[in-house]
Nanobody, 120 residues
Framework: QVQLVESGGGLVQAGGSLRLSCAAS????????MRWYRQAPGMQRELVAQ???????NYADSVKGRFTISRDNAKNTVYLQMNSLKPEDTAIYYC??????????????WGQGTQVTVSS
């Protein structure tokens, strides 16, 4: 019914940049807030950035000043611009969205993840 598909991951050197995209498709009324998480091997899942339906943003302290989350409502897409990448940013990045699917149902959806690897 609803799918989230991430793209834009890859391998970059420290100091480089990547832009991740996450597009929602399917049948739904509205996307509420959208988030980016990441999970490195052996580590807990971490909330990286969030953007609400009102375009309010928040970031993990570790990425403030380097990452920017944005959304294009017309395209049902959220972006994560990542600059000045560090090796510790290496992780699988997942997008997640709270979506009003139909009357009486709002649910959380997750993408499959995209690998970001930053070499030193």
């Amino acid at each position: 019914q609803v799918q989230l598909v991430e793209s834009g991951g890859g391998l970059v050197q420290a100091g480089g940049s990547l832009r991740l995209s996450c597009a929602a498709s399917g049948v739904f009324f509205r996307i509420n807030d959208m988030r980016w998480y990441r999970q490195a091997p052996g580590m807990q899942r971490e909330l990286v950035a969030q953007i609400t339906s009102g375009a309010t943003t928040n970031y993990a302290d570790s990425v403030k000043g380097r990452f920017t989350i944005s959304r294009d409502n017309a395209k049902n897409t959220v972006y994560l611009q990542m600059n000045s990448l560090k090796p510790e940013d290496t992780a699988i990045y997942y997008c997640a969205a709270k979506i009003w699917v139909r009357v009486g149902l709002t649910d959380d959806y997750w993408g499959q993840g995209t690998q970001v690897t930053v070499s030193s």
